[in-house]
Each structure stands twice: as structure tokens, then as C-alpha cells.
């Protein structure tokens, strides 16, 4: 009888110890959690995901988005790196390493790291569509796949957005107005680009084409470029 009870004892324990949830499970959980705005609640559950899958690349690139969220920048940057030990050129890995560096303000690490992202072939041509937006033709086309190459394709000028505010964060004013003029050939966040290429103007003391660019950018509604106008270029009496 005792010896009968022992074996149902250790039966029991294993059976309570084993987790028969599967690792898409806890990452759908940790989805609902984000929607919540539950970040740490997020992270505890793909950090289960992640022991029973550990190559899963949306529960990797999610925690550390999460942990970015949460200021935890460092820690992010790690899990983006997880990523690259086994998919070395995930454009979406790179890039938020690059956003994260930017966060912390570390703008020769940021670009570095933008650049990469450029160079994968996730990273899609984009063009200027007839609607004021851009798209890109991506053929890497797998429906099937819950987890697919071209789950991490995004367009190329958004990228150039990013590095070209880094640029004129660390005053390479010629480079961030090629990376501008890229965004703004496909259509891409055209008004803040107009902006940003003023400030890269007024850096290189060329007052014309400063002026022109907060001019393009004011028509399209920035008030911070109304404001760069009357400061650099309406002359006062």
C-alpha cells in the first residue's frame, strides 16, 4: 500500500510539472497581454515560448520590442541579437537594433545598424504610389508559413527616414539629405522630411534651400516649420 501510494505521489508531481502548453499558445497569450498594454506580463509569457522554441523569431523579436517599450533598451538590443545568431540578416532585427541605439542615443552604432538592414534583401524598393504613399512588389510570398522571410520585409525608405535623422544628429549634413531625398522620391513621411531637410540646410548655412524645404514642409501643415520660417527666413524691418 505504501509503495503504491509513493508511485502515485510521483506520478502526480510529474504530472503537474509537465507544461503541456505549446510555445504558439504563450505567444498568442502574450499578443493579448500587449493589446493591454501589459508589457512585463507579455514578456513572462514569451519567455516560456521562447524555452520551448528557442529559434522562434516572432516571440524573440516581440520581447524585445517589449522590453524596449519599457525603456529597457540594452535588453532589447540582446533578444534583436538572439535573432541574428541563426537569421543574420533579418531586416527587422537590424533595424530595431538601430532604433534602439537611437534611444540611447548612440548614433554611430544606430546607423551602423540601419545600414545593415539596408543592405538584406528584406529590406523592399520602394516607390511612390498614386494615393501619396509608397509600396514595394515583395515576390518572397509564403501564406503558409506562420513564421515566413517576408513576415520581416519592410519598405527600404523607411530605413533611409531613420539613418537620415542620425545623420543630422551627428551633423553628416550631405549624407542625411541623400537619405531625406530617398524618403521623399517614394512618398514616405514627405512633410517631416521637408523639415528635417531645413534643419540639414541651416546646418550647412545655405539659407535658400532651408528656406525652400520649411516652405514645403509648412504647406503641409508643420507648425515647428512656420516657426523656422519666421526665425530664418522672413526678414525683419
Not at 507544461?19 to 498568442?28: I, L
Not at 524573440?60 to 520590442?65: P, S
Not at 527587422?92 to 532604433?99: D, E, M, P, T
Request: aromatic share 14%; hydrophobic share 35%.
Amino acid at each position: 500500500m505504501r509503495e503504491k501510494l509513493i508511485y502515485i505521489l510521483i506520478f502526480s508531481f510529474l504530472f503537474i510539472s509537465c507544461d503541456f502548453t505549446s510555445a504558439d499558445e504563450y505567444y498568442n497569450r502574450a499578443i493579448e497581454l500587449d493589446k493591454q498594454g501589459k508589457y512585463n506580463e507579455a514578456i513572462i509569457s514569451l519567455d516560456k515560448a521562447i524555452d520551448k522554441k528557442s529559434k522562434f523569431r516572432p516571440a524573440l523579436l516581440n520581447r524585445g520590442f517589449y522590453k524596449s517599450k519599457l525603456e529597457k533598451f540594452e535588453e532589447g538590443i540582446k533578444d534583436y541579437n538572439k535573432i541574428l545568431e541563426f537569421d543574420n540578416d533579418n531586416t527587422f532585427a537590424l533595424f530595431n537594433i538601430g532604433n534602439n541605439y537611437s534611444s540611447l542615443n548612440d548614433s554611430k552604432n544606430a546607423i551602423a545598424y540601419y545600414s545593415k538592414a539596408l543592405q538584406t534583401e528584406g529590406a523592399l524598393k520602394s516607390f511612390a504610389s498614386s494615393d501619396g504613399g509608397a509600396f514595394a512588389l515583395n515576390t518572397n510570398f509564403d501564406l503558409k508559413s506562420f513564421d515566413s522571410d517576408r513576415d520581416y520585409s519592410m519598405l527600404d525608405c523607411e530605413i533611409y527616414f531613420e539613418r537620415g535623422m542620425e545623420y543630422l544628429e551627428i551633423e553628416q549634413f550631405d549624407k542625411a539629405i541623400s537619405d531625406f531625398n530617398k524618403s521623399i522620391k517614394a512618398n514616405n513621411a514627405k512633410r517631416d522630411c521637408y523639415f528635417l531637410l531645413g534643419k540639414a540646410f541651416i546646418g550647412k548655412k545655405d539659407s535658400i534651400n532651408a528656406c525652400e524645404n520649411f516652405i514645403k514642409s509648412a504647406k503641409l501643415g508643420d507648425k515647428e516649420a512656420r516657426e523656422m520660417l519666421k526665425k530664418h527666413c522672413i526678414k525683419k524691418e
